[in-house]
């Protein structure tokens, strides 16, 4: 089978990641030509290869085989219930520190910078998303392109700064080509996140996006089943909406991401800045 043309792989990879950002993980179809099944792992990546191999075995003769095998998400550790740290700046410091030249799993390899978090230690209001970007991985700060741009925007109409905020990431090295965190890579970077929420304590999370909900509920689920209702994560009131991207993708959503922000704003006690 002749390699994919790059104009299509960027046109499939668009629309799988626009499934992606409405929490369609899981896709299924009827049995193929298990040749077919073989032809089409030629020009696909060695872990999409892993998926195609792992559904086939998994599928009974008449069953419809899963395009994508199911993975692993870890599930929440315990909350920690511990005294307050004295100075959370240098509590975070600490985790970076623990953090130091990561190499717990395969993303060291192309990263550039690893992207820690960004903010004020003592945030009541916390945004949680997927994972660096270019710009994010050559900057070494979480959500500097385009898409923290439209965030730095939605945080304005909310009445804050973005120096008033606390914002971090499911994992702190950019993924290839900005694809989805496998589990594993997810899993070996979620410890650190966990400690940033336990050391900033924030009062509302906002989770951007299906990969940041997966990975803070520990299951997978649609995000038009997560959002317009409130999560409880770890002492915090979590609030589901689209990822930024997203909705620079597909801008009609935009209405539909405030009213998932007016939500952290009635829990926040928060009232949007009058119009001039």
Same mark, same amino acid.
């Given at each position: ?5 790059? &104009? ?30 073989? $032809? ?30 199911? $993975? ?20 975070? &410091? @600490? %985790? ?41 991985? @050559? ?9 923290? &741009?439209?965030? !730095? !925007?939605?945080? @304005? ?9 606390? %914002? ?8 290839? !080509? ?58 915090? !009131? ?6 930024? @991207? ?7 959503? $935009? $209405? ?21």
């Amino acid at each position: 089978m002749p390699a994919l043309d790059p &104009q299509i792989r960027d046109l499939l990879t668009a629309r799988l990641r626009f499934y992606r950002d409405l929490g369609l993980t899981d896709f299924y179809r009827r049995p193929v030509d298990p040749a077919l099944i073989a $032809k089409l792992a030629d020009v696909c990546s060695p872990a999409v290869q892993t998926d195609i191999a792992q559904a086939s075995r998994n599928n009974l003769p008449g069953e419809e085989p899963a395009i994508s095998a199911r $993975k692993v998400i870890s599930a929440p550790p315990p909350a920690v219930v511990a005294p307050e740290p004295p100075d959370r700046a240098a509590a975070l &410091q @600490a %985790i970076r520190d623990d953090i130091g030249d990561c190499k717990r799993c395969p993303l060291h390899t192309g990263r550039h910078t690893i992207v820690f978090g960004d903010g004020d230690p003592y945030a009541r209001l916390m945004f949680v998303g997927e994972g660096p970007g270019a710009d994010e991985d @050559a900057q070494g700060l979480p959500f500097v392109g385009r898409a923290g &741009q439209l965030l !730095n !925007n939605m945080i @304005a109409a909310m009445g804050l700064k973005r120096e008033e905020v606390y %914002i971090a990431n499911v994992v702190k090295c950019r993924p290839p !080509n900005n694809r989805t965190p496998e589990p594993a890579e997810a899993n070996a970077c979620m410890p650190f996140l966990w400690r940033q929420i336990d050391v900033i304590r924030p009062q509302v999370i906002v989770a951007l996006g299906a990969t940041a909900a997966t990975y803070l509920l520990g299951q997978r689920q649609p995000l038009a089943a997560l959002r317009g209702r409130i999560h409880a994560v770890r002492g915090a !009131n979590l609030i589901v909406t689209y990822h930024p @991207a997203y909705l620079l993708r597909d801008p009609r959503q $935009k $209405k539909e991401a405030w009213a998932d922000l007016q939500i952290a704003m009635r829990e926040l006690g928060l009232r949007a800045p009058a119009r001039s």
